[in-house]
């Protein structure tokens, strides 16, 4: 199975400072028809995961454009250019290139 | 819009069985796959497996098969998961998730214990 590594593990981040997730795979996520299936996702605390980004670095619709993906092959990055109050929880990656679709271990991020 | 409904929250002794059910709005179900994801009480996402809500066809991950069945009431849009001889480990949060992980249900609790 793909393991996706995420550093760091907990992130503490004043308001407005800009912050970066790794994501690291043990095997390429390009998958054989061009497309690198690596998603973020973010669960608030009491709630569900939702897609901030899909495909590395397309922004699902209504997220705000304070996140950005970006990376190819086995390291991605999830940066937040200004973080907000809500942005609070905790951030996970996803790849589903190769089955077992498998998740990052999770960045828990902290506002100062 | 586009929502994901799920069952309420479930109190189990080890041996019983449960039944989840994910209901889907706002979409074709029939359109996009379903994901199942388990998420133990202070632990990350676990890919349960997924079925293909055109043809019915279960795919389980290795930790989650023989006592865990995915099924459709494609009728009535809604997908359901069902585990049966519950253990301790079975406490958790199941959310079920569209295909490509743009909607997620808002979680099922389900508690073991006797």
């Known amino acids: 199975d793909v393991v996706l590594t995420q550093t760091p593990p907990t992130l503490s981040a004043t308001i407005g400072q800009s912050v970066s997730i790794s994501c690291r795979s043990s095997?390429?996520?390009?998958?054989?028809?061009?497309?690198?299936?690596l998603n973020w996702l973010l669960q608030r605390p009491g709630q569900p995961p939702q897609l901030l980004i899909y495909?590395?670095?397309r922004l699902e619709s209504g997220v705000p454009n304070r996140f950005s993906g970006s990376g190819s092959g086995t390291d991605f990055t999830l940066k937040i250019s200004g973080v907000e109050a809500e942005d609070l929880g905790v951030y996970y990656c996803?790849?589903?290139?190769?089955?077992?679709?498998?998740f990052g271990s999770g960045t828990k991020l902290e506002i100062k | 819009q586009i929502q994901l409904v799920q069952s309420g929250p479930e109190l189990k002794k080890p041996g019983e069985s449960v039944k989840i059910s994910c209901k889907a709005s706002?979409?074709?179900?029939?359109?996009?796959?379903m994901h199942w994801v388990k998420q133990a009480p202070g632990k990350g996402l676990k890919w349960m497996g997924w079925?293909?809500?055109?043809?019915?066809?279960?795919t389980y991950a290795d930790d989650f098969k023989g006592r865990f069945v995915f099924s459709l009431e494609a009728s009535a849009s809604t997908a359901n998961l069902q585990i049966s001889n519950l253990k301790n480990e079975d406490t958790a949060t199941y959310f079920c998730?569209?295909?490509?992980?743009?909607?997620w249900g808002q979680g099922a609790s389900v508690t073991v214990s006797s």
């Open positions: 998730a569209r295909a490509y992980m743009d909607a």
């Open positions: 706002g979409y074709t179900f029939t359109d996009y796959a």
């Open positions: 079925i293909n809500t055109y043809t019915g066809k279960p």
């Open positions: 095997q390429s996520l390009l998958h054989s028809n061009g497309n690198t299936y």
């Open positions: 495909l590395v670095s």
């Open positions: 996803v790849q589903s290139t190769h089955a077992p679709l498998t």
